[in-house]
């Protein structure tokens, strides 16, 4: 950024050279965390009374497909593994909540943020694995395989709604970029009967992933199949590398977020 920039945004040169420095402080900090310098960064095991036992990811997506047309996303997919776990572990599991998740359908009550199929299926591996980077590297996993896999597949025995045609492939977590690229492909609307039955068969979809790698974990076999993305380096922010999906031409960078008013 220019002198002509700074003096147009109401900046002085001094001031835009601390906002400066500040972001590469905070780019040292990052780095720290990438090379592993900084320890409070370390993972910590946490306790939970939620157990887990393996459970068949077939069963598991058929409940979480079911459950959709009266949950949605997120809520779904803790069906579809508390009501199994309820019958084969009990405990806690009995009385747990499963509509304390339905804020998150939409990306995050209609929003079109993250999708809440990720919300949903977080929050089971958080209250099962016991440990911060175990849950985070799932999570991670799961962003990757809903982002870069040809989706939905899941493919019910019984059509609740309607007959689909297409997979699309995400290339993003987020809710209305996801939804909205399949509704151009299956050339259909929001409020169609074909979105709602694309959106349940991809919750399905991801609560037979995360049931897979929970079985994984559980037989002590897991391991992760993709590094964290640890955006906050390389662009300033935490973010994804698809800023021009939303942005355009005008990406944010490090200068726009420097010159941010608190």
């Excluded at 077939?58 to 508390?82: D, H, L, P």
């Excluded at 985070?136 to 870069?148: G, H, K, P, T």
């Amino acid at each position: 950024m220019d002198e002509k920039t700074v003096a147009e945004n109401g900046y002085s040169r001094r001031s835009f050279l601390a906002d400066s420095g500040k972001v590469i402080a905070g780019a040292a900090v990052a780095s720290s965390l990438l090379t592993g310098q900084a320890k409070e960064a370390k993972a910590y095991p946490y306790s939970t009374g939620y157990k887990y036992t393996k459970l068949d990811p077939k069963e598991v997506g058929r409940i979480t497909y079911e459950n959709y047309f009266k949950r949605w996303c997120a809520s779904s997919i803790v069906a579809g593994f508390v009501e199994p776990l309820r019958k084969k572990v009990g405990g806690l599991w009995k009385s747990y909540p499963i509509d304390a998740m339905r804020w998150a359908h939409g990306g995050l009550a209609g929003w079109g943020a993250t999708c809440g199929t990720l919300n949903g299926a977080g929050a089971v591996i958080g209250l099962v694995t016991n440990n911060t980077d175990t849950a985070e590297e799932m999570v991670n996993d799961l962003a990757f395989y809903y982002s870069y896999t040809e989706l939905p597949s899941y493919a019910p025995a019984k059509i609740i709604k309607a007959k689909i045609h297409n997979m699309t492939l995400a290339g993003t977590i987020i809710c209305h970029i996801s939804v909205g690229r399949w509704m151009r492909s299956e050339d259909v609307s929001f409020l169609s009967d074909a979105r709602a039955e694309r959106c349940a068969r991809m919750a399905a979809n991801i609560a037979m992933e995360t049931a897979g790698m929970l079985n994984d974990w559980s037989d002590g076999k897991y391991k992760p199949k993709h590094k964290l993305l640890f955006n906050l380096a390389a662009n300033g922010i935490t973010s994804q590398n698809n800023c021009m999906d939303c942005h355009g031409q005008n990406v944010p960078g490090v200068e726009t977020y420097s010159t941010l008013k608190k």
